[in-house]
């Protein structure tokens, strides 16, 4: 069975688009007094949410966002025109939605970083990867761009992030990823079928968010710190070591330099 099972819906128009769901949020007097931040960095780990809180200058949006959203008010990160957006859930539902509705209100350019796991066993635990690509193993993207082929992030953007992460004298390997959702079902058989195909990680979003930001013709580019290995066709968790915590604060300051 493929997906979408209606391949028909790419002909046919939604019931409602990002912007009427803002719209609604505006009329009920729940949207941001702020305009929408130029720049977006999403994170899916708490740690990093603390690390940017404890030693930058933030402001949370309030409103709807809540805390979710906070504005970077350091000279350095752009005086308020960059935000960092966490704690809205992982996976790619839930990092779609977020997408789609920061686009809506405004939001110019998004670089995602979160942890990865490794394929490889070049890249072991505390390593750094640049995404250039995703493999499509999850359902969002479908919904968004047809058929099977690679989604991709914006070349532009993924160059500039390149660009800083040398400039900050990070060593970090580059090549797609393959995103699932289930992150529980992942087997030695799709392992090594991924790896064959130049997969260098596994995770759970890019594809999902590649897939909509071409579709809303926005700017995203992606990183990783590789918090796990399957590469020897057994799970080695590293999630918490401090390793990958810095990792994600490397991606963090390369990201703000990319995005100004």
């Given at each position: 069975?493929?997906?979408?099972?209606?391949?028909?819906?790419?002909?046919?128009?939604?019931?409602?688009?990002?912007?009427?769901?803002?719209?609604?949020?505006?009329?009920?007097?729940?949207?941001?007094?702020?305009?929408?931040?130029?720049?977006?960095?999403?994170?899916?780990?708490?740690?990093?949410?603390?690390?940017?809180?404890?030693?930058?200058?933030?402001?949370?949006?309030?409103?709807y966002f809540k805390d979710k959203l906070r504005f970077i008010e350091d000279p350095w990160a752009g005086s308020g025109s960059l935000a960092l957006?966490?704690?809205?859930?992982?996976?790619?539902?839930?990092?779609?939605?977020?997408?789609e509705e920061l686009?809506?209100?405004?939001?110019?350019?998004?670089?995602?970083?979160?942890?990865?796991?490794?394929?490889?066993?070049?890249?072991?635990?505390?390593?750094?990867?640049?995404?250039?690509g995703?493999?499509?193993?999850?359902?969002?993207?479908?919904?968004?761009?047809?058929?099977?082929?690679?989604?991709?992030?914006?070349?532009?953007?993924?160059?500039?992030?390149?660009?800083?992460?040398?400039?900050?004298g990070l060593s970090f390997a580059s090549g797609p990823t393959w995103t699932t959702d289930a992150i529980y079902r992942e087997t030695p058989h799709e392992v090594l079928g991924y790896r064959k195909e130049g997969a260098l990680v596994v995770e759970m979003e890019a594809a999902a968010l590649f897939s909509v930001a071409a579709y809303r013709d926005k700017p995203i580019a992606a990183c990783f710190s590789i918090s796990d290995t399957l590469a020897e066709l057994a799970w080695r968790p590293e999630f918490h070591a401090d390793t990958t915590k810095e990792g994600l604060q490397k991606l963090f300051h390369a990201a703000v330099k990319a995005l100004l």
């Amino acid at each position: 069975m493929s997906m979408p099972r209606y391949p028909g819906k790419f002909c046919s128009s939604p019931f409602f688009n990002p912007e009427d769901f803002i719209g609604y949020i505006r009329d009920l007097g729940l949207l941001p007094p702020d305009p929408a931040p130029r720049g977006v960095i999403l994170s899916y780990q708490s740690s990093l949410s603390r690390y940017v809180v404890e030693t930058c200058s933030t402001r949370p949006a309030g409103a709807y966002f809540k805390d979710k959203l906070r504005f970077i008010e350091d000279p350095w990160a752009g005086s308020g025109s960059l935000a960092l957006v966490s704690g809205f859930g992982v996976g790619a539902p839930a990092a779609a939605v977020m997408l789609e509705e920061l686009i809506a209100w405004g939001v110019r350019e998004f670089i995602s970083m979160g942890t990865a796991g490794s394929l490889r066993a070049d890249l072991p635990p505390g390593s750094l990867a640049l995404c250039t690509g995703a493999f499509k193993d999850e359902g969002t993207s479908r919904h968004y761009i047809e058929g099977d082929d690679l989604a991709h992030p914006d070349p532009g953007l993924t160059a500039r992030l390149e660009s800083a992460l040398r400039e900050n004298g990070l060593s970090f390997a580059s090549g797609p990823t393959w995103t699932t959702d289930a992150i529980y079902r992942e087997t030695p058989h799709e392992v090594l079928g991924y790896r064959k195909e130049g997969a260098l990680v596994v995770e759970m979003e890019a594809a999902a968010l590649f897939s909509v930001a071409a579709y809303r013709d926005k700017p995203i580019a992606a990183c990783f710190s590789i918090s796990d290995t399957l590469a020897e066709l057994a799970w080695r968790p590293e999630f918490h070591a401090d390793t990958t915590k810095e990792g994600l604060q490397k991606l963090f300051h390369a990201a703000v330099k990319a995005l100004l």
